[in-house]
């Protein structure tokens, strides 16, 4: 298991080393500054990315107390929300920030070990609705003539697609087998698979949904503090397979990392390095200011 971590730490901080190198040599600074400015609008876009940033982390406490519930734990739904604001804060220096949800123990009697269930199950439904998001968005530009080129490479996308929505009924078919008794070291870890059942995986797969679109709508109106020249219906659609990508936690912190993959994605619509990373940076700074004025007005709350 120590070695595993080594490797893991080292390909993270060795992923990080590289996109930092590479936004260095590929961003002009000076050209940055230069398209950086103040929209007319800007204060009002503001208002309404702060407003969809609380509505994102009401569902999200909304999603962790139906999952918690489950095990006949319960806390107050306002220490749910603050919670979830300061592991969203956290998160946002490091990929681990999210583990900080197990402070819930101070504030009730839920154990650590569900919180961190829950925690699995947050992360596979949100890959799971990000990637039925992509689907629809790669069907979409498949028709388009924008990524003709890659038109090839779309049944092979589509086939790995196929297998990522299916999987729940995959695993849920697995956690049902009579031929379990073969693998009784596994049998305690399928009880995590709960959420499979249509009495739960729906109602968490529709406010997974609802997050993960209202995540989109975000980063969409920091798109339109600035004067870019793009198309404005593609950009919807390729915002999904950004988010996507964005969640794999291949480095140390989501800094550089969502920099890189926005910089590689967004050249698809014709934007320039400069104009890509403007977007993500403001993105990044924006959330987390929003996590950190939701944190201090819930820190009166007890």
């Not at 734990?73 to 749910?80: G, W």
């Not at 059942?197 to 709508?217: D, G, M, P, W």
């Amino acid at each position: 298991m120590n070695k595993y971590k080594i490797i893991k730490n080292v390909l993270q901080f060795s992923i990080f080393i590289f996109v930092i190198t590479y936004i260095y040599f590929n961003v002009s600074y000076q050209e940055l500054i230069k398209i950086f400015y103040i929209n007319d609008n800007l204060i009002y876009l503001i208002f309404l990315y702060i407003f969809v940033a609380f509505i994102v982390n009401i569902y999200q406490a909304k999603r962790w107390g139906l999952l918690i519930e489950h095990f006949n734990e319960k806390a107050d739904f306002k220490q749910y929300l603050k919670i979830i604001t300061y592991s969203n804060l956290l998160a946002e220096i490091s990929f681990l920030g999210i583990f900080s949800r197990a402070l819930i123990r101070l504030y009730s009697r839920i154990k650590i070990v569900n919180v961190f269930i829950t925690l699995l199950i947050e992360k596979f439904m949100s890959l799971y609705a990000i990637l039925f998001l992509s689907a629809f968005s790669i069907f979409l530009l498949y028709q388009s003539t924008t990524f003709e080129y890659y038109n090839d490479y779309f049944k092979y996308i589509f086939f790995i697609i196929f297998l990522g929505l299916t999987s729940p009924y995959i695993l849920l078919k697995i956690s049902e087998s009579k031929y379990l008794i073969i693998f009784n070291k596994l049998k305690r870890f399928f009880i995590i698979f709960y959420f499979l059942k249509k009495e739960y995986f729906f109602k968490v797969f529709l406010k997974t949904l609802i997050i993960q679109i209202l995540a989109i709508i975000k980063v969409f109106i920091v798109t339109r503090m600035f004067d870019l020249n793009v198309n404005i219906i593609l950009l919807i659609l390729i915002l999904p397979i950004i988010n996507f990508f964005v969640s794999i936690p291949a480095s140390i912190t989501p800094w550089g990392w969502r920099e890189f993959i926005y910089i590689n994605i967004l050249s698809f619509l014709g934007l320039s390095n400069e104009q890509s990373i403007l977007i993500s940076l403001t993105n990044s700074v924006l959330l987390v200011s929003t996590q950190f004025l939701f944190y201090l007005i819930f820190l009166r709350v007890r």
